[in-house]
C-alpha cells in the first residue's frame, strides 16, 4: 500500500513559531499534495509538488520532497491560530492512474 | 474562484435505503472523484470517472455503489442499500486536465451520510 504517513500526529505550537509536518510513503510517486481540513470540514488543497521537483513555496508554505528518502516535508513559517487544522499528505502512485492515498494526518494546534 | 459544491451537507438514513449524494465539479473539470472519511479515520479513495465511465474504482467501492454524470453538470453516488459503516464523510473531487501528475484534485465541502 502507498498510503502516506504523517508525523507527528499532533503539534501544539504558538502563533508566530514556525510548524513542520512530515510525511513519509512507500512506493514511487507522480506526485505529493498536502490538504487541510479544518475540524469536522472538506479538504482545501495547499500545493502540489511533482515528482521530478525538490522544493516549492506558496506564501507562508513550503513543501520539500527528498524522493530518495521518499518522504515530503510542509513547513508553515509565522504560524497563525487560523492555521489550527489538520494536514493531510495524499501521494500519487506512479503507474497507478489517479487513485490518490491519504496519509493519517498531522493535527495542528497554534496557540494565540 | 470556482469551486467543488456537494449537496446535501448531511444526509441521515435508515438502513436498507438507498441514498444519492450530488456534486457539481468545477465546469472545465474533466475527472471526478469520490472519496469517504470515516469519523477518525483515513480519507479513502472509492471512485474515479472520466469520459462518462468509471476509470478506477477501489475494492471498497462494490455494487451496491454507483456513479452517474446525468446531465453536464452534475456528478452522483448513489448507495443502493446503506449499512450502518456506510456512515461517513464523503468527499467529491474534480481535476482538470486528462490525468492528475500534473493537476491538483479540488474537494468539495462534503456530504456527511449518518446511517441508523
Known amino acids: 500500500s502507498q498510503q502516506g504517513e504523517e508525523d507527528p500526529q499532533a503539534l501544539s505550537i504558538q502563533e508566530g513559531e514556525n510548524a513542520t509536518m512530515n510525511c513519509s510513503y512507500k512506493?514511487?510517486?507522480?506526485?505529493l499534495q498536502w490538504y487541510r481540513q479544518n475540524s469536522g470540514r472538506g479538504l482545501v488543497h495547499l500545493i502540489l509538488?511533482?515528482?521530478?521537483?525538490r522544493e516549492k513555496h506558496s506564501g507562508r508554505l513550503r513543501v520539500t520532497l527528498d524522493t530518495s528518502k521518499k518522504s515530503s516535508s510542509l513547513l508553515i513559517t509565522a504560524s497563525r491560530a487560523a492555521d489550527t487544522a489538520s494536514y493531510f499528505c495524499?501521494?500519487?502512485?506512479?503507474?497507478?492512474?489517479?487513485?490518490?492515498?491519504f496519509g493519517t494526518g498531522t493535527s495542528l494546534t497554534v496557540i494565540p | 474562484e470556482p469551486e467543488v459544491t456537494q449537496t446535501p451537507s448531511h444526509q441521515v438514513t435508515q438502513m436498507g435505503q438507498e441514498v444519492i449524494l450530488r456534486c457539481v465539479p468545477i465546469?472545465?473539470?474533466?475527472?471526478f472523484y469520490w472519496y469517504r472519511q470515516i469519523l477518525g479515520q483515513k480519507v479513502e479513495f472509492l471512485v474515479s470517472?472520466?469520459?462518462?465511465?468509471?476509470?478506477?474504482k477501489s475494492e471498497i467501492f462494490d455494487d451496491q455503489f454507483s456513479v452517474e454524470r446525468p446531465d453536464g453538470s452534475n456528478f452522483t453516488l448513489k448507495i443502493r442499500s446503506t449499512k450502518l459503516e456506510d456512515s461517513a464523510m464523503y468527499f467529491c473531487?474534480?481535476?482538470?486536465?486528462?490525468?492528475?501528475?500534473?493537476?491538483?484534485?479540488?474537494f468539495g465541502p462534503g456530504t456527511r451520510l449518518t446511517v441508523t
Open positions: 473531487a474534480s481535476s482538470e486536465g486528462t490525468g492528475a501528475i500534473w493537476y491538483e484534485q479540488y
Open positions: 512506493t514511487s510517486i507522480n506526485n
Open positions: 509538488i511533482r515528482s521530478n521537483e
Open positions: 495524499a501521494t500519487l502512485e506512479a503507474n497507478t492512474g489517479n487513485q490518490f492515498y
Open positions: 465546469s472545465n473539470h474533466l475527472y
Open positions: 470517472f472520466y469520459n462518462n465511465e468509471i476509470s478506477e
